[in-house]
């Protein structure tokens, strides 16, 4: 089975593949070392990172693996962030969720809204039994995402990160298909589309 890369839209956002038109507004999100402070790799500090990551994300869809998608707001069509669906496996029925978004898009939901869409459309086009996420344990603002995303937090992962010489742990989430609960208010997709 193939992996579309979906376009998904919500009431406030719109989930897309990445362009290239993109590196500009990804590389000013992954720079920010206030940002990326929780982050298992340091900020980038050259640009060809974002062309590269975007790269990878067309590679992650050619491959079946996975899809990136970024996340812009309907209201100003401003680039937030990005969520994705990665380590997909088929036969397993599982995938990993992974996110990042700029600071000035914290506090407004829309961490819990894309991811919400992300995940309907996975459950509802892959078949995914089980979806996983790791958050770091001082990151208690994305656990809390995820909690509201119906995720259950299974275990630690002690000391799996270390960033320029700081060393943190990780929580390891589980969000099971006969758990999930989609949440339809503000977050709920409006429109899906494969490109």
């Not at 593949?17 to 340091?42: C, G, K, Q, T």
Request: proline share 5%.
């Amino acid at each position: 089975m193939s992996l579309p890369t979906p376009t998904l839209e919500t009431a406030r956002l719109q989930l897309r593949p990445f362009d290239e038109a993109d590196a500009s507004s990804l590389f000013a999100l992954h720079s920010s070392a206030y940002v990326l402070r929780y982050w298992d790799a340091p900020p980038w500090s050259d640009r060809l990172r974002a062309e590269q990551f975007i790269t990878a994300c067309q590679q992650m869809a050619e491959e079946s693996t996975g899809a990136r998608l970024a996340v812009d707001r309907v209201c100003d069509g401003a680039f937030i962030g990005w969520c994705s669906l990665h380590r997909w496996n088929p036969g397993y029925r599982s995938a990993s969720l992974g996110y990042c978004y700029g600071d000035a898009a914290w506090g407004h939901g829309y961490a819990t809204e894309a991811a919400g869409a992300l995940l309907l459309w996975a459950f509802d086009s892959l078949d995914l039994n089980r979806v996983q996420a790791e958050v770091d344990t001082r990151n208690v603002a994305s656990a809390r995402v995820l909690e509201k995303l119906g995720f259950v937090r299974e275990g630690t992962l002690r000391e799996d990160c270390i960033v320029n010489g700081e060393v943190s742990d990780s929580w390891v989430y589980g969000l099971i298909r006969r758990e999930w609960r989609p949440q339809a208010p503000v977050g709920a997709p409006r429109a899906a589309r494969h490109v």
